[in-house]
């Protein structure tokens, strides 16, 4: 093999490695932005099932607010949660409560009972 044919065959190489190189990287563009495509729509569905949860909470609140007295037969069992879940609250936070007082101690902000999903809850109140 001359030198002529050597490079011939150097540049068919290059040219032949260069066109998969260029496959490949449309290849794995084209899947890199399929995947950021579902990862954005999977955060869009997200968000979405949040504002539910959110509104789901909301609504509750509002029937228990306006219903708890009379309250549909297919509900009242869990109203009877909903009402022992806050009397069981108000007694935990009694007892953080005496537990300060008796420590002499005030807390602070990262001190409060509230919970996240309190602070989520209530959230809906505001809008």
Partial sequence: MNFEEFK????ETAEFVAG???Q???????KV???AKVAKLNAEILAEKDNLRKAYARIGKLYVELYAA???EDIAAELDIVHAAQSRID???TK???IKTEAGWNGG???DYDSDFENDFNEGDEQ
């Fill in 33 to 35: 932005g399929t995947a």
């Fill in 70 to 72: 009379t309250p549909h």
């Fill in 20 to 22: 998969k190189t260029v």
């Fill in 8 to 11: 011939e065959r150097a540049t």
């Fill in 109 to 111: 902000a990262d001190a």
């Fill in 96 to 98: 953080i409560d005496d």
């Fill in 24 to 30: 490949f990287a449309k290849f794995a563009g084209e």
């Fill in 91 to 93: 007694e935990l936070k």
